[in-house]
């Protein structure tokens, strides 16, 4: 049937205007666009911001040059637009900016996309797994872009024949950290006989940090403690760390879980004590420095 009275003149968009709804657009250069206040047409040159205000600069077909606030008002081929900051200058200003101040847990800044280097001759050598395992944490990014191995020790007791063993040499650096490296231990009379080996004294550095245990290079105040107890002589360091802190620690499974809630407690190297970061930087700028 015919309708006698016609369709309902309110009904669609019955606002819309004649030229169509604003839409944005990125004011990338070369852009032509239209003012529609004035007529100017002109190609988008760049856009600034001047006194708080965006402002678009075109150029017509003559070389002139006249600025435009950005935002409406303008057409593009009789359709009308919004002018807005050009997406791809912001977007790698952006990404720029990110990149910059994007850093690894060890406070280095982070090289985005790199893939691990082939592992150099050189290595680093820690005593044991909570070692290994605290320094793949903090500078795990950095040591894959310079390439750098991480072994175990089991110990250092005879770290003199681990040397001899290894044969270092020019390109096949040696850095060695060790646990409670202070005056009149076993370990630094350990370290003082290693250190004499030759012919390998020249491409090996064996660092150490004064902490019992490398769990002691994590800052207390991560677990909610002012200060690290004092142990007493014959009672295990760990298992008395973890009878004051209130944790299971009867079995080596006990000391394991203990070990993975303080290493869950570092999150960057602004969680461990300063004696510990610099031996372990020292030790990467050995291995991977040029002969």
Do not use: N
Not at 35 to 41: A, L
Not at 53 to 77: A, T, Y
């Amino acid at each position: 049937m015919v309708d006698r009275y016609g369709s309902d003149v309110l009904s669609g968009d019955w606002k819309r205007p004649p030229r169509g709804r604003s839409v944005e657009l990125a004011a990338e250069p070369g852009t032509v666009v239209e003012d529609v206040e004035t007529g100017w047409v002109g190609a988008v040159v760049r856009v600034e911001k001047a006194g708080g205000v965006h402002v678009v600069h075109l150029e017509d077909r003559r070389g002139r040059l006249k600025g435009f606030p950005l935002g409406p008002g303008f057409l593009v081929d009789g359709a009308p637009v919004r002018l807005v900051p050009p997406r791809v200058a912001a977007e790698a200003r952006l990404a720029i900016a990110r990149a910059a101040s994007a850093r690894t847990a060890s406070g280095s800044v982070a090289v985005a996309g790199a893939r691990a280097r082939v592992a150099r001759g050189s290595r680093l050598y820690v005593e044991g797994r909570h070692d290994a395992e605290l320094v793949e944490k903090v500078w795990g990014d950095d040591l894959r872009v310079e390439g750098v191995v991480v072994e175990m020790l089991d110990g250092v007791d005879d770290l003199a024949a681990v040397i001899r063993e290894v044969a270092p040499e020019p390109g096949r650096r040696m850095g060695v950290l060790v646990d409670h490296l202070v005056p009149g231990t076993k370990e630094s009379r350990v370290v003082d006989e290693a250190r004499r080996v030759r012919p390998y004294a020249d491409h090996v550095l064996v660092v150490g940090h004064p902490y019992v245990d490398v769990w002691q290079s994590v800052k207390p105040q991560r677990l909610g403690m002012d200060a690290w107890p004092v142990i007493p002589r014959g009672t295990s360091w760990k298992h008395g760390i973890c009878a004051h802190l209130g944790w299971p620690h009867r079995t080596q499974a006990d000391v394991a879980r203990a070990w993975q809630r303080i290493l869950a407690s570092v999150d960057s190297y602004a969680d461990l004590e300063p004696e510990l970061l610099g031996r372990v930087e020292e030790l990467i700028d050995f291995v991977t420095a040029p002969e």
